[in-house]
């Protein structure tokens, strides 16, 4: 079945870039991301204009709301690279006038000295990527810089950027409900627009989780532990006026992630780079893109192949509609009940949501259906009753 042609339009367009290098690979990590002693950026630089002239060609005509450089570290990129970028950027499409345009930084040194040339290139938001207000716990999550560090870079972001983010991660090893008040009560004590605050999650294939596997972990907080600091997070967070607008991320009003705010509203985004994954409507079908992993197959691939793409397979117009309620729900501002309907043919069954609702994890104003805090706090298990036999 055909997709619904313009459907992409209730979300946006996006573009992501993958840089996927970093100075050293943390321990928690699952991402697409590499250690390497020499990059040649000047390759590289051709490699993302190349891809960027191909996706445009398939995407001609359409208006560009969000870029994001994502990694890896992104702050890695000599601001010549990303200026190159952003430049072949706009002579391929036309951007939003309000686009938002935002790199991934660490709080290093050498990272923060190139904030300048970011904001010259055209950057307009950055987010930091401070994972935690105690030294200790910064060691032992492999963290190359220190609290000293993550507050003069969000100083100096701030000075750079109008908008700026920085991430958190809570329910660490031998980490207390009160200790985490304390350090998120610093954090807010910052006045930031924007936190994205992640609980700890053990990942097959990195170093904690092979840790973990062989009992070499401890420390980790008790279940009830971690979903009391989940509770108190969104309570201190909405007391300090920025509400949750999604399960893991917080923002004043008017702030919120735009680029994430189009994957949560099921809009079209195209990936760039090693690794990155897009969903883009063509020909009026919504197609899964996918991209080499290893950094070196991906370049190899677009130098010698015009693609650095794996794939593209079209997404049925049942697995759009799981998708899109999948994501939806994540967000305060919930799902839009008609365009579901529309995607899966069928309504989500009104006994499902009367069941939630009675428990306090939906609410379903007819037009809308959305989660509670309650029910965001259990996604898995919610989705896993509305999507059961559809």
């Known amino acids: 079945m055909r997709a619904l042609t313009e459907d992409w339009q209730n979300g946006g367009f996006g573009l992501y870039l993958h840089w996927p290098f970093c100075q050293s690979k943390c321990p928690y990590c699952d991402?697409?991301?590499?250690?390497?002693?020499?990059?040649?950026?000047?390759?590289?630089?051709?490699?993302?204009?190349?891809?960027?002239?191909?996706?445009?060609?398939?995407?001609?005509?359409?208006?560009?709301?969000?870029?994001?450089?994502?990694?890896?570290?992104?702050?890695?990129?000599?601001?010549?690279?990303?200026?190159?970028?952003?430049?072949?950027?706009r002579e391929t499409w036309a951007l939003a006038n309000d686009a938002e345009i935002t790199l991934e930084a660490n709080p290093g040194s050498v990272e923060v000295d190139r904030f300048r040339g970011y904001r010259d290139a055209g950057v307009n938001r950055v987010s930091l990527?401070?994972?935690?207000?105690?030294?200790?716990?910064?060691?032992?999550?492999?963290?190359?810089?220190?609290?000293?560090?993550?507050?003069?870079?969000?100083?100096?972001?701030?000075?750079?950027?109008d908008r700026v983010s920085f991430d958190l991660i809570y329910a660490r090893q031998d980490q207390t409900l009160e200790a985490w008040r304390n350090e998120l009560t610093t954090a807010?004590?910052?006045?930031?627009?924007?936190?994205?605050?992640?609980?700890?999650?053990?990942?097959?294939?990195?170093?904690?989780?092979?840790?973990?596997?062989?009992?070499?972990?401890?420390?980790?907080?008790?279940?009830?532990?971690?979903?009391?600091?989940?509770?108190?997070?969104?309570?201190?967070?909405?007391?300090?006026?920025?509400?949750?607008?999604?399960?893991?991320?917080?923002?004043?009003?008017?702030?919120?992630?735009?680029?994430?705010?189009?994957?949560?509203?099921?809009?079209?985004?195209?990936?760039?780079?090693?690794?990155?994954?897009?969903?883009?409507?063509?020909?009026?079908?919504?197609?899964?893109?996918?991209?080499?992993?290893?950094?070196?197959?991906?370049?190899?691939?677009?130098?010698?192949?015009?693609?650095?793409e794996t794939g593209g397979a079209i997404v049925p117009q049942s697995e759009q509609a799981a998708e899109y309620l999948m994501m939806g729900l994540r967000v305060a501002e919930g799902v839009d009940t008609a365009r579901y309907a529309a995607m899966a043919g069928a309504p989500v069954d009104p006994g499902k949501i009367a069941e939630l609702a009675d428990l306090g994890l939906v609410e379903n104003s007819g037009q809308t259906l959305r989660a509670t805090n309650n029910g965001r706090a259990i996604l898995n298990g919610v989705l896993r009753t509305l999507m059961a036999d559809a």
């Open 31 to 89: 991402f697409n991301s590499h250690v390497s002693e020499s990059i040649d950026q000047t390759r590289w630089k051709a490699a993302y204009l190349s891809e960027i002239e191909r996706v445009g060609a398939l995407t001609e005509g359409r208006a560009l709301n969000t870029i994001y450089f994502g990694g890896g570290t992104p702050s890695l990129m000599e601001p010549d690279l990303v200026a190159a970028i952003l430049q072949k950027v």
């Open 129 to 161: 990527g401070v994972q935690a207000l105690d030294d200790a716990a910064l060691r032992k999550l492999g963290r190359l810089h220190s609290v000293a560090e993550a507050t003069a870079a969000l100083g100096v972001a701030r000075e750079v950027f």
């Open 188 to 308: 807010l004590s910052f006045q930031p627009d924007h936190l994205s605050l992640y609980q700890l999650t053990v990942e097959d294939g990195t170093a904690f989780g092979d840790r973990f596997a062989r009992g070499r972990l401890p420390g980790l907080p008790a279940e009830d532990t971690a979903a009391d600091m989940y509770h108190l997070t969104q309570a201190l967070c909405a007391d300090a006026g920025l509400p949750a607008y999604e399960v893991s991320n917080h923002a004043a009003p008017g702030n919120e992630s735009r680029h994430n705010m189009i994957y949560w509203r099921y809009g079209d985004y195209a990936g760039i780079g090693p690794g990155a994954h897009g969903r883009l409507t063509l020909g009026g079908e919504k197609r899964a893109t996918e991209t080499h992993l290893m950094p070196q197959s991906w370049l190899n691939a677009v130098e010698q192949n015009g693609s650095g």
